[in-house]
C-alpha cells in the first residue's frame, strides 16, 4: 500500500440529484456514500470512485444500448438558469484550467460622494 499524504478529494460536482436508481447525477455516489464520505477513510474513499467509475460506463453503455442520448446540464435546465448554474457548479479537480471567473461593475459612479 503506499503512503497517503493528502486526503482523497470528494468527486463531487455540484449536481446533487438523484436518479431512479438513488446514484447522484453528478458524482454517481449513493446518499449513505454522499453523507458518510468524511468519516471514510483514504482506502474507502478510493473504493467508492472505482464504483463511481464502473457505474458510469454500466450507465454509458446501457443509454448506447437503448439509444438514449444522455442530456447534458443545459437541457435539464431551462435557458433562464444557465448563467446562475454555470456560476453555481464546482470546477473539476481533475481540469488544469482552474481560473477564477470574476465580475466586473463598471456602471457604479463614485461622483455623487463626498470627501
Not at 447525477?25 to 482506502?43: A, F, H, I, M, P
Not at 467508492?48 to 446501457?62: D, H, N
Request: glycine share 4%.
Amino acid at each position: 500500500m503506499q503512503l497517503e499524504f493528502f486526503d482523497v478529494p470528494s468527486p463531487c460536482i455540484g449536481i446533487c440529484q438523484a436518479d431512479k436508481k438513488g446514484y447522484c447525477l453528478g458524482c454517481l455516489r449513493t446518499r449513505v456514500e454522499r453523507q458518510t464520505w468524511k468519516d471514510y477513510s483514504n482506502d474507502d474513499k478510493q473504493k467508492v470512485i472505482k464504483l463511481c467509475i464502473q457505474r458510469k460506463k454500466r450507465k454509458a453503455k446501457r443509454n448506447e444500448q437503448e439509444q438514449i442520448p444522455t442530456k447534458s446540464v443545459e437541457q435539464v435546465f431551462d435557458n433562464s438558469f444557465d448563467e446562475k448554474l454555470s456560476e453555481s457548479l464546482q470546477p473539476s479537480l481533475l481540469e488544469s484550467d482552474n481560473k477564477v471567473k470574476t465580475k466586473q461593475n463598471n456602471d457604479m459612479d463614485f461622483g455623487d460622494f463626498e470627501l
